[in-house]
Nanobody, 123 residues
Framework: QVQLVESGGGLVQAGGSLRLSCAAS????????MGWFRQAPGKEREFVAA????????YYADVVKGRFTISRDNAKNTVALQMNSLKPEDTAVYYC????????????????WGQGTQVTVSS
């Protein structure tokens, strides 16, 4: 069982930055691939970024590539999403997710989810 708690959301102007963090419980954090997803009102949950357990390999949605960076600290059981050059269309609830084994961009492939943190980007 893995419990995930996100933090770091908030209100920011377009062009600004935010750093989201996700703290995970458990002693085998490095066994889990971690992903960030987001869901805007009236839209489906969409993939943002993912990272393998080792932290070496990362994956990004095209719409955030070059602006967002995912990273993890296995010693601290945390995963972060650094978001730069934010746009109003990045406004959504952002969720952290975990799955044992390899990373995937498919939301249904993740077994554990956090409660979400709101990110609002004003124009």
């Amino acid at each position: 069982q893995v419990q995930l708690v996100e933090s770091g959301g908030g209100l920011v102007q377009a062009g600004g930055s935010l750093r989201l963090s996700c703290a995970a419980s458990g002693r085998t954090f490095s066994w889990y691939a971690m992903g960030w997803f987001r869901q805007a009102p009236g839209k489906e949950r969409e993939f943002v970024a993912a990272i393998r357990g080792s932290g070496v390999t990362t994956y990004y949605a095209d719409v955030v590539k070059g602006r967002f960076t995912i990273s993890r600290d296995n010693a601290k059981n945390t995963v972060a999403l650094q978001m730069n050059s934010l746009k109003p269309e990045d406004t959504a609830v952002y969720y952290c997710a975990a799955r044992p084994g390899s990373a995937t961009m498919v939301a249904t492939g993740y077994d554990y989810w956090g409660q979400g943190t709101q990110v609002t980007v004003s124009s």
